[in-house]
């Protein structure tokens, strides 16, 4: 099996930056997912992790260290829309179906 | 349609009765998935085609549970005698295809509450 574990829940100032970890064990490594979810919506892809390092996409960077089993999703410049659910997902196994970790709840203030 | 879509968007029922969940998946996307995601957790898989079959239903909590994909496209997620427990957010998900790393991309859920 596989075990994901990030914060429940984050809080962070509008034009910050936030850092969100997240570790998992699992065998047979694949990839790693960030997704988005307001609330009542779906989630909404963020970006994808194979190999260690850092991939930038504008404003979200994501990180991986598959020898360490950890990620981190990097915000920058946060807005109050950034006020979201971020969903850490591991695929491993000959399957790739992706397991998910609970979520990481991040709220932006004024 | 451009994107995944889900329907109802809401259901409420009855504990014992039966219910269906359907899905329409982006057209041209060979993979199908089902999760099931309950407040504060993340989504839970249930099941996942590729094509008409089942690939993967490991996570499919008991037998009232099944789903079907007859055309390779549209599915449908059944649940019989339904329980309390089964209240949730059914959200189904596709991608081009399988047996590598695809993004998923999901749809809005449907909103089950069983009284």
């Known amino acids: 099996g596989q075990n994901i574990d990030q914060p429940t829940e984050m809080t962070a100032t509008e034009g910050a930056i936030v850092q969100i970890n997240c570790t998992y064990q699992?065998?047979?490594?694949?990839?790693l997912f960030w997704y988005q979810q307001h609330a009542g919506e779906a989630p909404t892809f963020l970006s994808y992790?194979?190999?260690?390092g850092l991939e930038e996409k504008g404003r979200f960077s994501s990180f991986l260290s598959r020898s360490k089993g950890y990620s981190y999703l990097l915000l920058k410049e946060l807005q109050m829309k950034d006020s979201a659910s971020y969903l850490c997902?591991?695929?491993?196994?000959?399957?790739?179906?992706?397991?998910f970790g609970r979520g990481t709840s991040l709220i932006v203030h004024p | 349609g451009a994107g995944v879509s889900q329907t109802p968007s809401n259901k409420v029922t009855e504990k014992g009765k039966y219910v269906e969940l359907r899905c329409d998946p982006i057209?041209?996307?060979?993979?199908l998935y089902w999760y099931r995601q309950s407040l504060g957790q993340g989504p839970e898989f249930l099941i996942y085609?590729?094509?008409?079959?089942?690939?993967?239903d490991s996570g499919l909590p008991n037998d009232r549970f099944f789903a079907v994909r007859p055309e390779g496209s549209v599915s449908t997620l059944k649940i019989q005698r339904t329980e309390r427990g089964d209240s949730a957010v059914y959200l189904c998900?596709?991608?081009?295809?399988?047996?590598?790393?695809?993004?998923?991309?999901f749809g809005p859920g449907t909103r089950l509450l069983v009284l």
């Open positions: 997902a591991v695929s491993s196994g000959g399957s790739y179906i992706p397991t």
């Open positions: 992790n194979v190999l260690d």
């Open positions: 699992t065998s047979g490594f694949n990839g």
């Open positions: 998900a596709s991608s081009f295809t399988s047996g590598s790393v695809e993004t998923q991309y």
């Open positions: 085609f590729q094509g008409t079959g089942a690939a993967d």
């Open positions: 057209s041209g996307h060979t993979a």
